[in-house]
């Protein structure tokens, strides 16, 4: 199976900043999009931002010229360096990652279990 293993949350003032890091392990042949989503109390999750292996990427409207998600195929990461943080930007933030464990398995999604990132005003 996929783990998925998040670390970076914590609480920050606003307008400061965070990085969060995401890191896959188990059986993986390749990852395909990797990227975060975030929840916040009595919200649904939604979409933060996610990168493809081919280097597209594709942020939320909410985050655009704040937050970068980047990559390191070599190590199936993902980073999300949030600048300029709001209070609104508070919430679980999950790292999610689209993974072959073989050649010829489907596709499946796995999901890490969160980090905090609470932003005071």
């Known amino acids: 199976q996929v783990q998925l293993a998040e670390s970076g949350g914590g609480l920050v003032q606003a307008g400061g900043s965070l990085r969060l890091s995401c890191a896959a392990s188990g059986i993986i042949f390749s990852v395909e999009t990797m990227g975060w989503y975030r929840q916040a109390p009595g919200k649904q999750r939604e979409f933060v931002a996610t990168l493809t292996s081919g280097g597209n990427r594709y942020d939320a409207d909410s985050v655009k010229g704040r937050f970068t998600v980047s990559r390191d195929n070599a190590k199936n990461a993902v980073y999300l360096q949030m600048n300029s943080l709001k209070p609104e930007d508070t919430a679980v933030y999950y790292c999610?990652?689209?993974?072959?464990?073989?050649?010829?398995?489907?596709?499946?999604?796995?999901w890490g279990q969160g980090t905090q990132v609470t932003v005071s005003s």
């Open positions: 999610h990652a689209v993974v072959r464990p073989g050649p010829t398995t489907p596709w499946n999604t796995y």
